[in-house]
């Protein structure tokens, strides 16, 4: 069964830095990998899509890497805003009989600070 | 507005009653699918449809759980004899025919069972 794990759980950062936001994930057969960002008490929205053969997607200040053999995946944000702040979720579709659905990690909340 | 659309946003009801959320999809997704999600957990799959067919089940969907989409356009889903722990968002989503596509999901629907 899949498991995604995202670390840290929340992360509250000064306006302007850097940061990066990881997902692990325990099976490596994936199809691909999907970013979403989430405000409070709203739906999802997509960020950022990996194809199992991609190793990263750029979007704006947004770069996501994919290492399918280590079932690691990074999210860069650059010069964060306090727009910025959400919380962020990585899931997976699995290569296999289940490829209909995506696993979901629990999110890692962040706050950024003007 | 194309994206995806959920009808009510907020649902309070009492626990035993029926309740039924819809979603409509953006016109050309053949794919539909509803989450589940808790406060501070992602999302988790419920059910799935391809067109009309409605592909999977989650083990989460109990008996109690219904959904269609009727000629393959909007989908429904209801809820019979509501108990507390069905308090949730719940998310509809949709994608193209490709496994490859972006999921779009909807602003969800909050319910509260009281």
């Known amino acids: ?114 | 507005d194309t994206g995806v659309s959920q009808d009510p946003r907020h649902k309070i009801t009492k626990r035993g009653q029926n309740v039924t959320f819809r979603c409509d999809p953006i016109s050309e997704h053949n794919r539909l699918y509803w989450y589940r999600q808790t406060l501070g957990q992602g999302p988790e799959f419920l059910t799935y449809f391809q067109n009309e067919a409605q592909l999977e089940k989650s083990r989460l969907l109990s008996d109690r759980f219904s959904a269609e989409r009727p000629k393959g356009s909007f989908s429904t889903l209801e809820i019979q004899r509501t108990e507390q722990g069905d308090s949730a968002m719940y998310l509809c989503a949709s994608s193209p025919q490709s496994l490859g596509e972006k999921l779009f999901f909807g602003s969800g629907t909050q319910l509260s069972v009281l």
């Open chain 1, 1 to 114: 069964k899949q498991e995604v794990t995202q670390i840290p759980a929340a992360l509250s950062v000064p306006e302007g830095e850097n940061l990066v936001l990881n997902c692990s994930f325990t099976d490596s057969a994936i199809y691909n990998l999907q970013w979403f960002r989430q405000d409070p008490g709203k739906g999802l929205t997509s960020l950022l899509l990996i194809q199992s053969s991609q190793r990263e997607q750029t979007s704006g200040r947004l770069n996501a890497s994919l290492d399918k053999s280590s079932g690691r995946s990074t999210l860069y944000i650059a010069a964060s805003q306090p727009g910025d702040s959400a919380t962020y979720l990585c899931a997976v579709r699995d290569s296999g009989g289940s490829n209909y659905k995506l696993t979901f990690g629990k999110g890692t909340l962040l706050t950024v600070n003007p």
